[in-house]
């Protein structure tokens, strides 16, 4: 029987162990930041053990660090955080993408950008959105504080190898919708659990028809679909990606290898599930969850359960409203799902020529200092600057209420960000996940608009 990618990857760094098992696996790359690596950092101390492969362990600062005065960090708990991974890479040799250097940024988009990330390996972080990486034809996973350690001391993680479930994404996208679209559809409609137990593999015209940073926005809430890996084929497109990067020093070397990263016709999978993106519409979460979530025009759905019911009563929402009614105060447009050049870009060509609608606070925050260089060398700053949006330092920033910037209590925000939980952008913050369009549309309007009528 044929194998899937994913069993390929899985099985070629498999170091003992029988399936069905626990198997130890060989980690190829470990990425590290400031809030999951200092206890990890502090059990090699005691044990007095030393960091194994500190050549494969690479650090960023992303959750902690301010978006506006990058090193006037006032909270003690994050100044801690971000100088205790200072102070640890340096003493264990780690490489450090630190505050303010060119390569600093959020870990899932200094990987790629990097070329750190490569098909065929075995990637892992603290941190759940690590299936990103996923997107290179990658096993690509988030970890424990405990197993972070494990990692530092051998290189090596135990895991049990999940079943594989194939995501057929076929049609064409309309215009207007994009991967975040895709992403949020599929969880709306399966929910947060269907991916529970088993590695995602994304497949299909309409993936293949997609950049490597819309793939990776996909692969980024395979998470959110309750799976731990969410993986796709590497090809011409993601060749072409990693060429000619830093750390893709053996490029020449490795791509023939990375051709033979596919699933086998004959392989079978445990589960599949098709969807047709030709007649997709621009989605916007209602609720506290991913899965609660609707089409543009679709009206929200009535009250079936308990969470429902406190959802609603959280958004200051009703069932029978529209994503139109929403009365939004923020904007974001940031975040490891959503950050990426070519996400600004797209946002940008709505922004440009207009001006912030007055109720609303709109910030822009690059991913990592490349991709905030790459767009200021072609003027994205200046269009987002001239419309009133706030442009800023790099950094995790809004996503998560762990640094200065946050929604205030009560307020709806309109976020490129993967997750919308109760106070995930800060305490009583609401929020809402679209695409970067949508979420500059909304800047504009004041309020949330069919993108489609705005995007030509």
């Known amino acids: 029987m044929g194998k899937t990618l994913f069993d390929k990857v899985w099985n070629k760094h498999v170091l003992t162990g029988k399936e069905g098992d626990p198997q130890l696996l060989y980690i190829d790359l470990h990425l590290i930041h400031e809030v999951t690596s200092p206890q990890a950092f502090e059990g090699l101390r005691l044990q007095n053990r030393q960091l194994r492969r500190p050549d494969l362990t690479y650090a960023t600062l992303d959750h902690n660090v301010?978006?506006?005065?990058?090193?006037?960090?006032?909270?003690e708990i994050a100044n801690k955080q971000i100088t205790t991974l200072q102070n640890n890479a340096k003493e264990f040799g780690v490489h450090i993408f630190d505050m303010g250097s060119d390569?600093?940024?959020?870990?899932?988009?200094?990987?790629?950008?990097?070329?750190?990330?490569q098909p065929g390996k075995t990637i892992v972080c603290g941190d759940s959105h690590t299936a990103t990486h996923g997107a290179f034809g990658a096993i690509a996973f988030g970890i424990g504080t405990s197993e972070v350690e494990h990692v530092f001391a051998t290189q090596s993680l135990w895991q049990t190898k999940p079943k594989n479930l194939k995501i057929d994404v076929t049609g064409?996208?309309?215009?207007?919708?994009?991967?975040?679209?895709?992403?949020?559809?599929?969880?709306?409609?399966?929910?947060?659990?269907?991916?529970?137990?088993?590695?995602?593999?994304?497949?299909?015209?309409?993936?293949?028809?997609?950049?490597?940073?819309a793939r990776m926005t996909i692969c980024n809430m395979a998470i959110e679909a309750g799976a731990k890996y969410g993986m796709m084929e590497p090809d011409e497109t993601t060749f072409e990606y990693v060429k000619g990067r830093p750390y893709a020093t053996n490029f020449d070397n490795s791509v023939d290898e990375w051709r033979e990263l596919y699933t086998d016709d004959d392989a079978e999978f445990d589960r599949v599930i098709e969807m047709d993106v030709s007649d997709l519409e621009p989605q916007v979460t209602w609720g506290t969850s991913p899965e609660m979530g609707v089409s543009f025009n679709t009206p929200f759905p009535e009250i079936e359960n308990v969470n429902d019911e406190r959802a609603y009563n959280y958004m200051d929402l009703k069932p029978g409203q529209k994503a139109e009614d929403i009365d939004l105060g923020y904007v974001f447009l940031g975040s490891c799902t959503n950050a990426r050049l070519s996400d600004l870009v797209e946002a940008s060509h709505i922004v440009k020529g207009n001006q912030v609608h007055p109720n609303i606070t709109a910030i822009v925050v690059p991913g990592s200092r490349t991709v905030k260089k790459e767009a200021e060398k072609i003027g994205l700053d200046k269009i987002f600057k001239e419309a009133g949006f706030d442009w800023r330092e790099p950094g995790c920033s809004m996503c998560l209420g762990m640094n200065p910037d946050q929604?205030?209590?009560?307020?709806?925000?309109?976020?490129?960000?993967?997750?919308?939980?109760?106070?995930?952008?800060?305490?009583?913050?609401?929020?809402?996940?679209?695409?970067?369009?949508?979420?500059?549309?909304?800047?504009?309007?004041?309020?949330?608009?069919?993108v489609r009528k705005v995007v030509v």
Do not use: W
């Open 172 to 213: 064409k996208l309309p215009t207007g919708v994009y991967a975040k679209d895709i992403i949020l559809h599929l969880i709306s409609q399966y929910g947060v659990d269907f991916g529970t137990g088993y590695a995602l593999e994304f497949s299909g015209e309409a993936i293949r028809s997609l950049s490597m940073e």
């Open 407 to 450: 929604v205030p209590n009560g307020v709806h925000c309109a976020s490129t960000s993967n997750r919308n939980f109760e106070g995930r952008q800060g305490k009583g913050a609401r929020t809402h996940l679209v695409s970067p369009a949508m979420a500059a549309a909304a800047a504009i309007n004041g309020k949330f608009v069919d």
């Open 103 to 117: 390569e600093q940024g959020i870990v899932h988009m200094v990987g790629p950008e990097t070329g750190l990330t």
């Open 66 to 75: 301010p978006t506006v005065d990058i090193f006037n960090i006032k909270d």
